[in-house]
Nanobody, 123 residues
Framework: QVQLVESGGGLVQAGGSLRLSCAASGRTFSSYTMGWFRQAPGKEREFVGRISWTYGNTYYADSVKGRFTISRDNAKNTVYLQMNSLKPEDTAVYYC????????????????WGQGTQVTVSS
């Protein structure tokens, strides 16, 4: 059974940084793509970025490009989302997700989801 568990959310001031973690278990993820999404109150869940577990290739939404970085630690089966220069509009619940589709950037393209972690950026 696939399990994705996010951690690292919290309250931070604008301009600050946070690092989210996503611990994956339940199968071998070497052929998977891991994605990060976020959902603000009253809004649709939106794509933040993704990483290929095997090759480490990353892709980001324009709204976070240059500020957010996704990485992975194969030994720990953990994916990270480093968020710098945070803005109030980054406030959302952040979700980790997994898929076997290499270029998935939509919510429907992901098969497994974590429970989410809240990130709040104060102005």
């Amino acid at each position: 059974q696939v399990q994705l568990v996010e951690s690292g959310g919290g309250l931070v001031q604008a301009g600050g940084s946070l690092r989210l973690s996503c611990a994956a278990s339940g199968r071998t993820f070497s052929s998977y793509t891991m994605g990060w999404f976020r959902q603000a109150p009253g809004k649709e869940r939106e794509f933040v970025g993704r990483i290929s577990w095997t090759y480490g290739n990353t892709y980001y939404a324009d709204s976070v490009k240059g500020r957010f970085t996704i990485s992975r630690d194969n030994a720990k089966n953990t994916v990270y989302l480093q968020m710098n220069s945070l803005k109030p509009e980054d406030t959302a619940v952040y979700y980790c997700a997994a898929t076997t589709r290499a270029l998935a950037s939509s919510r429907n393209g992901y098969d497994y989801w974590g429970q989410g972690t809240q990130v709040t950026v104060s102005s």
